[in-house]
Structures are given as C-alpha cells and as structure tokens.
C-alpha cells in the first residue's frame, strides 16, 4: 500500500496512526493517573509521623467510632465499611432477581416486538442521573415506606439499598442478557428434543451455561452498588454508627468521601484519610471488576472455543 | 405420562410468568419513578424559572445559572472527550493487532476507568487536576491562584475521563457494524488506510458515534461526584466567564437544595424542578439515542 502512496501521503499517514496510538494510551495513562494520585494522596497515613499522630492504617481497622471531627478525632473505618456492605447486600437481594428474571425472560421467552421495547426501557432507567434517584429516594420513597411500615427513622439503610437496587439492575440486566443470548442455539433445541420443557430447558441447561456470565453481571452490578456515591449520601441518613439494624441511619464509605471532603482542612490527617478510603474503594472495586470480567471472558471461551 | 405433561405446563406458565413479572416490575419502577418527579415538579417549572437566578438567599427564583453552568461544563468535556475517545477506538478496531499486549493493556484500561467509582474520579480531579497540574501552573506562571482551584475547566476534565470508556465502547461497537468489505473495496482501489477510515469507515459509523456523544452528555450533564471538589459551586452571583471560573449546575443543584439548605421547606419545591428539568434533559437525550440506534440497525438490515 505504501508503495502506491506517495511519499508525502506516506509521512502523514504514519503521523496520523502515532496520533491514534497515542489517543489510545490516554486510556492506560488514565487509570495509571487515578491510581498515583489517589495514592500520592494518601501516602501520608504511611509515612508523615505528624499525620500518623491522628491517624494511622492499624487504627483504621481499630475501634467502631467514626468521629473525624471531635477534639479528639477518631477515624475507624469499621462502621462505614458495614454500611457499605447493608446498604449492598440489600440493593442486591433487591436487584439480582429482577434484573435476571427480566434478562431471562427477554432473551427465552419475550417475543421479537417486547424483546425490543424492553432494551431501550432498561436504557431509559440506566439514564436517569443518580442525583435524581436519590432525591426520588430521599422526598418521595422514604415518606411513603416509611408510613406504609411504620419505620422510625425515615432515611435508612433498607431506603438506600432499594434506591440503589434501582440503579443497578440496568447493568446486571444488560451484562446478564448479553450471556444467556450468546447460549448457542444447538443448546436449546438438543433439550426441547429431548422432551424439556421451555421452562426446564431454559433453567438447566441454558442459565447453567450462561453461569459464568451471569456471575459476571452479578459482581459488576455489586462493584457499582460499592461505588455508587448520590443515591447513598442523600438516602441513607448519614450517621455513621456501627450497627446491624438495617432500619437504622446509615453512611457507606463512598458518602462519606463526598460529605466530607468539602468542609476538610486542606492537609489534615482528616484529608489524607478521605484518600485513603478512596483507595480501598478503588482497590475494592478495581478487584472486583477485572473478575468480573475474567469470568465474562471464560464464558466466552466456554461457549465458542479459545479464542473470543 | 398425560398428566405429567400437562404439570409440567402449568408450571412453565407460572415460572415464565415470574420472569415476566420482574420484566413488568422494572417498567412498573421506571413508570412509578417518572410519573412522581413529573407530578412534584411540573408545577415549578415556569419561564422564569428557567431563565432567573435564584433569589432571597436561594429560597425563591429560578435556576439559569445552573442550567448555563451545565452546558458550559458539558461543552469543555465534549471537546475534549470526542476526539480522544473516538481516536482510541479507532485504534482499538483499526489498528491493533488483537492478540498484541498493548491492545490487551488498552482494553483492561478501558474496562477498568469504567468500573472505577465516580467519586474516585473527583478525588483523582482534586489531586491530580487541582492540586498536581494547577498549582504547578500557577508556580510556573508567577499566578497567584488562577488553576490551582476548583473551576469548570478541571471539572469537565474530570468528567471527560469518565465518560473516556462509554465513548470508545459505542465507537467501536459503530466501527463494527462497518461491513469489512467497504474496507477492502477502498483499500483494493488505493486508498491508504487512513483515506480508508476516514472517507469509508467513519461516514458510516457516524451515527454510532452520534449515539456515544449524545448518552455521553446526558451522563455529563447529570454526574454530581466527580465535580463536588473539582469545581461545582453551592452559589455564585455571577455567571462564569472563562473555564477558569467555579460554575453552578444542575445535578449539584438539586442535591444543594434538597440536603444543604437551612430552609429546606422553600428550598425542595425549586429542587424539584430542577430534578424534572436535568431528568427531562437526560430522558430526551437517552430517547435520541434510542431512535438513531433502531434507524441505524433498520438501515443496516435493509442494506444487507
């Protein structure tokens, strides 16, 4: 090819492809960027012996107080942790059956025209910003749970998890519609000839097939329900208290970053401390995601060979 | 062997049922979610309020400077996100040998920035935007304090980043959809690859990049964690003038009104309004997306 291009048409060609490369590499500079300076951030909690005066990576994990503002400021991560992880679980007990229900029926069941309603549906709910959501949360949803069970604290961590259970399903749906889809066909008929049912077919043999994708969509959908930060902050009450009760007002690490770090002396150990959780959630959810999308890759592998 | 068969019926109609119940539930959830915004805000919203500032301590008023800030952030993102982001998938669908470590490196990262918390992005605006780039401007250029602050400019950078990985995703998946014989047709008549991509492959894939670009600013338009600390401001009685400035908007906004404010009474009703306003906003541009996206597969499948 270069051959027939001119010279000139050559270089410029060569430019335009380093020019290419290079957009590329913005990608990987990206989340390199992240990581540095999330951790350039942090690093005092390590090594700064005035930060490690207040705080320090073995206190973190010591005690159940979260009490950054205090004469004497206590910074354990033990009570937001929690509250990340009801606030989760809750989210996803509430998620997971819907969005996989819903994927099921539309990849098995739904005929052509609602197969294609349900999409852009789904699309709609995946674009509804989460401030919105967690305003509908905190004025609408909360009122009207809290009457119809007699809560007594109105903003908790069952009204965050169900807020936040919404935003999740999209992703679960899609990751998890993408899988059972790409089920061969053959599957399918080799058990309806055998007799099964749609139903048995549908539930031993495709969904088990589809098993490592579905897991996949389960963990992606949890790494965003970890990181998702305005539904929590405006819905789940804010008190960081280390409690079980799924009724009582809670804060997840992601709420306490946002509610904190604006009113947070510039330098403080308070400050570096906010990097740090920061880290642990990008870590967390860092984890999460690349098994998340090994086990994707494995099922792709398990369906059409080696090779995607 | 009959009555079994006949069991085994009525339990496929029940389970099917159940999945269909939960298909009906989501719509059920998007309906319920919709019509409540709609019937809490439709009332507030007036010419005025779209086009005045907030008044009498933000208790009273519009939200233009919001909806201006918005757009304004939303634009700087634009213009830097669109040609990275289309560039990269180019690359990735392009130029990249498939099996390679670096086309491997570049999807990981790619798959990894859009799995990192949004709120992780903001910390990463104020430490690498703000505190890194910024103040080593500002030394550089003997400024005071010009860069090293909160302002729109490192802010839609922020949320550049953030939308890097869904811009790239719907590019590549648009280079797909480009029948690899329009390629070889191009390149057998002597044109270079990059004549190639540009005169063939791109004009096709146009309406895929269109939907990116237009799910990329209703994202844009509607994140609040990423600009918190890199820009977006409670109040400002000016609008901004240059990136440079701090910037009001809408999605920080709403979550101002309804959690930060002394008099939450007077100050819901305006949330509630600016909640139907971004929602309205991020609906259409999603409903955008949706009809170029079933126009393009119709027209493929025509094509073919």
């Known amino acids: 090819m270069s051959l027939k291009a001119g010279p000139f048409k050559y270089v410029g060609e060569e430019l335009i492809a380093n020019a290419i490369r290079l957009a590329a590499l913005v990608a990987i500079a990206g989340i390199v960027l992240i990581f540095l300076f999330v951790l ?25 107080d979260w009490q950054p503002v205090s004469d004497l400021p206590r910074y354990s991560f033990w009570p937001i942790i929690l509250g990340t992880l009801k606030v989760t679980l809750i989210a996803l007990l509430f998620a997971v059956p819907v969005a996989v229900g819903a994927a099921l029926y539309s990849a098995e069941f739904a005929p052509v025209w609602l197969k294609e309603a349900i999409k ?39 009204n965050a998890g169900l807020a936040l259970g919404v935003t999740v399903i999209p992703p679960i749906y899609s990751l998890c519609e993408d899988a059972i889809s790409s089920v061969p066909q053959s599957f399918r008929e080799a058990a309806l000839g055998l007799g099964a049912t749609p139903w048995q077919t549908a539930i031993n043999v495709v969904l088990p097939a589809a098993l490592p994708g579905v897991s996949a969509a389960i963990l992606l959908g949890m790494g965003r329900a970890i990181g998702e930060t305005m539904v929590v902050l405006m819905a789940a009450g804010n008190a960081p208290q280390f409690t079980f009760d799924l009724l009582q007002s809670t804060r997840t690490m992601t709420a306490t970053i946002a509610a904190e770090l604006g009113e947070v002396v510039f330098g403080s150990a308070h400050y570096h401390t906010l990097f740090f959780l920061g880290l642990l959630l990008f870590a967390v959810t860092f984890v999460i995601n690349l098994v998340s999308w090994s086990l994707f890759d494995r099922l792709m592998a398990k369906l059409y060979g080696a090779k995607k | 062997m009959k009555r079994a068969a ?36 439709h009332k ?9 500032p907030p008044r009498e301590g933000m208790t009273k008023g519009g939200i233009f400077p919001a909806i201006f800030g918005m757009v304004f952030s939303v634009m700087i993102m634009l213009i830097a996100v669109l040609p990275v982001g ?8 392009e130029y990249a040998k498939p099996g390679h470590w670096l086309t491997k490196l570049v999807r990981g990262a790619v798959n990894n920035l859009a799995g990192v918390p949004s709120i992780v992005f903001g910390l990463f605006g104020l430490g690498f935007f703000i505190n890194f780039l910024g103040r080593g401007l500002d030394a550089s250029l003997g400024k005071e304090t010009l860069f090293g602050q909160p302002c729109i400019l490192w802010a839609a950078l922020t949320l550049a980043l953030l939308n890097l990985p869904m811009i790239i995703v719907a590019t590549e998946e648009a280079l797909r959809a480009v029948p690899q014989t329009e390629r070889a047709g191009a390149l057998a008549l002597g044109a270079t690859k990059w004549q190639t991509i540009w005169h ?60 930060q404010s002394p008099d939450i009474e007077a100050t819901v009703p305006i949330a509630m309004g600016a909640t139907l306003v971004l929602l309205s906003l991020t609906i259409a541009l999603n409903m955008v997306a949706v009809v170029i996206r079933t126009r393009t597969r119709k027209a493929l499948r025509r094509g073919r």
């Open chain 1, 40 to 64: 350039k951030e942090a690093m005092p909690v390590l090594f700064d012996k005035a930060v490690q005066q207040e705080a320090t990576v073995a206190g973190y994990f010591r005690g159940l």
């Open chain 1, 120 to 158: 852009p549906m789904v699309e709609i709910l995946a674009g509804i910003p989460s401030v919105v959501l967690g305003f509908f949360a905190l004025i609408f949803m909360a009122t009207f749970l809290q009457k119809l069970f007699g809560w007594h604290i109105r903003l908790n961590a069952v």
């Open chain 2, 6 to 41: 006949s069991i085994n019926r009525i339990s496929d109609r029940i389970n099917i049922g159940l999945t269909g119940l939960a298909t009906v539930l989501i719509f059920a959830i998007l309906v319920v979610i919709l019509g409540t915004l709609v019937a809490g805000g």
């Open chain 2, 44 to 52: 507030v919203i007036t010419w005025e309020f779209l086009t005045q």
């Open chain 2, 86 to 93: 289309v560039s990269a998938a180019i690359y990735l669908h």
């Open chain 2, 200 to 259: 063939v492959v791109l004009p096709q894939a146009l309406p895929g990049i269109l939907t990116g670009t237009v799910l990329v600013i209703s994202r844009g338009a509607g994140e609040v964690a990423p600009i918190m600390f890199t820009g977006a401001a409670y109040f400002l009685p000016t609008l901004p003038k240059v990136p440079t400035d701090q910037f009001m908007t809408l999605g920080y906004h709403i979550f101002v009104m309804s959690t």
